[in-house]
């Protein structure tokens, strides 16, 4: 059976802290998912960010394995029911401050690859004579910087803080806000979903946003560069040179995680 060879990397934002996001692959697919939570998020979930992610990731790779032919909106849909309803009863899963997630997901169909991205995951496709496709959901990078210098001033009041970041989160799954894996299924209709044809792709990257600041906030590389890098030293080099730049410009680390995909379609 066709498949793909997938080489994964994830890192922690500190070490001894939990990882928040998770990856992993079955032979047709990849999925990566970027937890999200705020703090006193415990209040309301006993769980926390790390069982979501982690559940979501498992949930979606099972389905993903035994529904090759479904759409992967559909997919997402199922697992976010799955997950919601293994800590419905015990946790306040609407609250908006309960856990969330972005996800990527590349999945070889045949002689296509399908890709899906919901959240501030990005994921870029290989090209071999073409530049890089980067495929981004960028609704809530673009809602939450209106945010952000209340966020600055409120530095030092958690209080004031975690206000201001559950407003901005209120703004999660809802019409002219942003779109997250939570638990409302609906979400997986909004993700930024195509369809591409095998031939003319050397591979692919999906990367949370801790991974992807290389290039998005830090512009130590360009996408271009980063393809080469994970070609020639793997995905430990594009989180090393992540935390190079956190600590160059006092920048708070985040967790990391990176899942390059190559040999699409190998027998």
Do not use: Q
């Amino acid at each position: 059976m066709p498949g793909m060879r997938v080489t994964m990397t994830s890192e922690p934002a500190r070490p001894g802290r939990v990882n928040e996001d998770f990856a992993g692959a079955v032979p047709t697919a990849a999925v990566l998912i970027d937890g999200a939570g705020i703090p006193g998020a415990e209040s309301v979930c006993r769980h926390g960010v790390a069982w979501y992610a982690g559940r979501l990731g498992g949930s979606l790779l099972g389905l993903l394995a035994t529904g090759p032919d479904r759409g992967l909106p559909a997919l997402l849909a199922d697992a976010i029911v799955r997950v919601t309803d293994e800590h419905r009863d015990t946790c306040d899963v609407a609250d908006p401050i309960s856990p969330s997630a972005a996800v990527a997901v590349l999945r070889l169909r045949g002689d296509r690859v399908d890709h899906l991205v919901l959240g501030d995951a990005v994921l870029v496709l290989d090209r071999d004579h073409a530049a890089p496709l980067v495929v981004t959901d960028r609704r809530e990078v673009d809602i939450a910087r209106s945010y952000l210098p209340a966020l600055a001033a409120a530095a030092g009041d958690d209080d004031g803080y975690r206000r201001i970041l559950g407003e901005l989160r209120a703004n999660r799954n809802r019409p002219g806000g942003f779109w997250v894996a939570k638990d409302d299924p609906r979400a997986a209709d909004e993700a930024v979903t195509a369809s591409t044809p095998v031939a003319g792709l050397t591979g692919a990257v999906l990367l949370s946003n801790g991974a992807s600041r290389i290039v998005d906030r830090f512009g130590t590389a360009d996408w271009p560069e980063v393809l080469a890098l994970l070609a020639s030293r793997g995905p430990a080099e594009i989180i090393r040179r992540v935390r190079r730049a956190e600590a160059r410009d006092a920048v708070a680390p985040d967790d990391a995680t990176v899942a390059h995909c190559t040999d699409l379609g190998a027998a």
